[in-house]
């Protein structure tokens, strides 16, 4: 059953082409992620999954891994169960999705290497909630420094830079009135792409959308995007988070209809909702456009980071981490 799912997953995979490929996954490791036994994994190198190193001990690229895992429909696999896990949301009722919801928002970020370097930089969005009709409260940055609430970052001469939050945010059902806008969201849903994980240096690549029938995030949005302005439709990439899905960084397109509002398309939630049994519905409606009470933008387009630190002149590794848990309920401020 597994291994069966796994092999039919290894014809339509999209390896990682060989200039980026990683081996940084051993093959006790692979068996974990895929949830197959020794034999199996041998049987996927005979037909064709990628590895380097010796037989017996090759190393494989993680991103392979997963994507094979998540698209194995075996629903046994670690990937399918992590996604199945953090998409529950997703069954909720279309008045849970549009309330209005408070969440304390953490954001870090932090050098990694072992000493700083000189002439530390360190660069984070803002939570911007209010762009979609909530509202930010109890804005705190470290180190402090006037002037910071408004912009889309902060920035900082500083080897860690933090940003506390209270974020308000609600959904809004809203119908897609322009003809061609329905058209090109329906034509999205049908081209039926793959969601993947992808090297960082190929997430905007909307190449491998129409090529290869896979997106990230970001190219998907991208693509959509560009298909909205191609029908004269004025439209925008976006960056934020999700409410309840930990540290994924999402994206999605704001489009103004033919109304003259702004609506939020999110075409990967869409992909996803196809595949969450019972998900509600209105998340995959090509005349609907729903924005969830868990979307958190940030005033940042695709192919921007929200977090980001450099020194010594140049970029560093940086560890960085997220938190989005509920906040103690209490009268809406204004
Ligand atoms: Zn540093």
Known sequence: MTAAGLSRALDTLFAVP????????????????????????????????????????????????????????TGTTVPEQAFAYSLRWMRSSTEQLLAPRASRF?????????????????????????????????????PAAPGDVGGDTVVRTASELAVTATVHTRGE?????????????????????RWVKLPAALRNDVDLVTTHGVASCDSASRYLARRCVAAGLPAV????????????????????????????????????AAAVRGANPLLRDPAVALRTNRLVPTGLPTGQAVAEHRCAGEPTAARIATTILPAPTRPEES
Do not use: Y
Not at 109 to 137: F, I, K, M, W
């Open 237 to 272: 990439t976006r960056i934020g988070w999700v409410v309840g899905m930990l540290d994924l960084v999402h994206a999605w397109v704001e489009v103004e209809d033919a109304d003259g509002t702004t609506k939020v398309i999110d075409p990967v939630f869409a992909l996803f």
């Open 18 to 73: 060989p200039q980026h490929r990683v081996g940084d996954t051993d093959r006790a490791t692979a068996r974990q992620v895929l949830g197959c036994d020794d034999d199996t994994l041998s049987t996927l190198l005979d037909r064709g999954l990628q590895a380097s190193g010796p037989a017996g001990a090759e190393r494989f690229d993680s991103r392979d891994l997963f994507n094979l895992a998540l698209h194995s429909g």
């Open 173 to 193: 059902q809203a119908e897609l009135r322009c003809p061609e806008l329905r058209a090109i969201v329906a034509e999205f849903a049908a081209m039926r792409l």
């Open 106 to 142: 953490a954001l870090r970020v932090a050098c990694a290497a072992d000493g700083c370097g000189p002439q530390p930089t360190s660069t984070l969005a803002l939570p911007r909630p209010e762009r979609l009709g909530g509202a930010l409260h109890d804005l705190s940055v470290e």
